[in-house]
């Protein structure tokens, strides 16, 4: 299984981008997706996942301003990001819960600046 991750970009604070992840090489649709982001010398935090097509939960920090949608048919989810901070710089990866084994994106840097 392979995921791939676009979108990411340098955006100044309060812009939004757009990351799509397609999902390729399984036979079967995954249970869950979502997105999480590494900050420079902070850990990998949640930040949007959805389960089946409109089943979705949010980091805290980007409630209101992120949003996760998936396309089942294309294997692919996004993550709106609206007003975006400086704060949400990060590297985001996506993740696909698939048979109950999770799988990794390579990740794609999003930078605000202020």
């Known amino acids: 299984v392979q995921l791939q991750a676009s979108g990411g970009g340098l955006v100044p604070a309060g812009g939004s981008l757009r990351l799509s992840c397609a999902a390729s090489?399984?036979?079967?649709?995954?249970?869950?997706m979502g997105w999480y982001r590494q900050a420079p010398g902070k850990q990998r935090e949640m930040v949007a996942l959805?389960?089946?097509?409109?089943?979705?939960d949010y980091a805290d920090s980007v409630k209101g301003r992120f949003t996760i949608s998936r396309d089942v048919a294309k294997s692919t989810v996004y993550l709106q990001m609206d007003n975006l901070k400086v704060g949400d710089t990060a590297v985001y990866y996506c993740?696909?819960?698939?048979?109950?084994?999770?799988?990794w994106g390579q990740g794609t840097l999003v930078t605000v600046s202020s």
């Open positions: 993740n696909a819960l698939i048979m109950m084994r999770s799988y």
């Open positions: 090489g399984s036979r079967f649709s995954a249970n869950a």
């Open positions: 959805i389960i089946g097509s409109d089943d979705a």
